[in-house]
């Protein structure tokens, strides 16, 4: 599902309507009857409860007006407040304007601060307000009345609907530009916006409904288009049975380089993720003294004993041994543990210009970024399949952008990043963002803070390297992994809660996440 911004939906409104022919009026009814269906079908409200409109002079309070009057015609008690005089409205909102006078909807104009103390009082005796003030076309702070009302509308204690975004947010943005409404639920249309997905204007938008007006699939389709949300829909085919004649070797053989003293679990988590997430066969080269550990954690596991340092750190000697295993491996993740030793880094940095030209898929993690961030100039010589697993800390070190900036600017500095040394990158986090080569952005729904805690990374590094042995296409692969890996989270959180969700814990509930989005997302009737 496409985000757009404000201005690639007013694109796709004016090719609906100039080239396909849509009527802007049909567009506004089709959207504020979406907005009466939610209020009355949904939210299961009692006709007798009085629901105000607040609607301001141009398309979106054009929205309100035609749901205030699909509510009244459905039985509902509905009034509307118009932030302005009635011949200040123009165009399709104009006409609901009209048509709501004639068939007796009270409107009541308030233009004024002074109008707005002597009809504020009304919010208080409603139980819902539909919040048509201002669409996806702001971009300033709210002042003046439209400040005040916003405010007496958070006040208010009745439940807030909001009309395609909350008054006050810029949909170009996931900063709160001033005040702002704050929404129990959000009618969007078409596609969601760029302010519904994100915190802090996340938190604003309350339960969010993607409303159906009309617009065909097809306008959506276009690669300027770049950034999307996930759907399971999406995963669905890459989660169907096996094929009945198949065996390991069509599933990969995964290389993994990590470990060291006192970080053998990481390399352990990323194995056994990887095995768990299906491929066929998974060797982990470890520091030979920290092999024994390794292995016992789970039998299925292969283990390459490596040369070590004093420090028990994989030694620089190894390189030649390591290139050995990496000839005939399907892909290789490296970093999950492995410290930053002097020695260990740069056997890290050789063994990654001697393979900047190999074919099969390179994830790197953990310490593997930690080591990269020490010389970024090794950005330009990796291997044309790379994918790094970064959280904004280590994006900081690699980019050299402030991690608060990194943050902050994310739909812009990541995609720069990957498309400057055309690599994957997975900047992890809250709604996590998967990034191609081109520039293209993925936005993951899934995972909670319960996931917050140690090895979780390196879970997610085992299941996108045995992710990309098994699905044809690179970028897929990754945002199938992640995708997996949250839900696989979501799950365990659902039965054990957040705070004591481990890293182990992810791995456990992965076959109840598979099996979820084999079946499309629907719960097993069993």
């Known amino acids: ?148 009302v916003v405010e007496d509308i958070n006040n208010s204690g009745a439940l807030v609907v909001s009309v395609d975004i909350p008054s006050g947010l810029s949909a170009d943005t996931f900063e709160i530009i001033g005040p702002t409404v704050r929404a129990d639920f959000t009618v969007t249309m078409a596609a969601p916006k760029i302010a519904h997905i994100f915190p802090p204007a996340e938190d604003y938008v309350g339960e969010l409904y993607l409303a159906d007006i009309g617009v065909p699939p097809s306008l959506f389709e276009r690669p300027d288009f770049s950034l999307e949300l996930v759907e399971i829909e999406s995963l669905q085919p890459y989660f169907g049975p096996r094929l009945r004649d198949s065996h390991k070797g069509n599933y990969g053989h995964l290389l993994i380089l990590a470990g060291s003293l006192g970080k053998t679990g990481a390399a352990a988590m990323a194995g056994q993720a990887a095995l768990k997430m299906g491929a066929g066969l998974v060797t982990v080269a470890t520091a030979e003294s920290c092999l024994p550990i390794v292995a016992s954690m789970m039998p299925e596991l292969m283990t390459e004993p490596l040369p070590e340092t004093a420090a028990r750190t994989i030694s620089s000697q190894a390189l030649g041994r390591i290139l050995e295993l990496v000839e005939g491996k399907d892909a290789l993740l490296l970093g999950p543990g492995l410290s930053t030793h002097p020695e260990t880094s740069a056997l890290v940095l050789n063994l990654l210009e001697r393979i900047k030209n190999a074919t099969i898929p390179v994830i790197i993690d953990a310490d593997g970024l930690n080591i990269i961030s020490s010389r970024p100039e090794i950005l330009s010589l990796l291997p044309p399949k790379t994918v790094l697993t970064p959280h904004p800390g280590e994006f900081s070190r690699l980019s ?120 499309g997302g629907q719960d097993d009737e069993d």
């Open 400 to 519: 050299g952008i402030p991690t608060g900036e990194a943050l902050r600017r994310r739909l812009q500095v990541v995609p720069d990043l990957a498309r400057k040394y055309r690599i994957h990158l997975v900047f992890k986090g809250y709604k996590t963002l998967i990034v191609s080569p081109e520039g293209t952005a993925y936005v993951n729904p899934t995972g909670n803070p319960g996931m917050a805690s140690g090895g979780s990374g390196d879970v997610l590094s085992g299941f996108i390297a045995s992710e990309v042995m098994q699905s044809g296409e690179l970028t897929r692969a990754v945002v199938n992994a992640v995708y997996v890996h949250g839900l696989s989270g979501d799950l365990a959180a659902a039965e054990i809660g957040e705070r004591p969700l481990t890293a182990t814990d992810i791995i456990h509930y992965l076959p109840q996440a598979l099996s979820f989005i084999a079946r």
């Open 1 to 148: 599902m496409k985000i757009l911004t404000a201005a690639q939906m007013r694109e796709i409104d004016r090719q609906a309507i100039e080239e396909l022919g849509l009527p802007g009026l049909v567009l506004m009814e089709n959207a504020g009857r979406e907005v009466a269906n939610l209020v009355l079908n949904e939210l299961e409200i009692d006709l007798d409860w009085p629901i105000l409109v607040i609607a301001g002079k141009g398309n979106n309070g054009g929205d309100g007006l035609v749901a205030a009057r699909h509510l009244v015609n459905q039985g509902a008690t509905c009034e509307v407040l118009l932030l302005g005089r009635q011949e200040e409205v123009r165009g399709e909102a104009l006409v609901n304007l009209e048509i709501a006078r004639k068939i007796g909807i009270k409107i009541t104009e308030v233009p004024t601060e002074t109008l707005w103390d002597k009809n504020c009082h009304r919010l208080k005796e409603s139980t819902v307000i539909i919040d048509a003030m201002f669409g996806t076309g702001l971009s300033n702070p709210l002042t003046g009345l439209m400040a005040r």
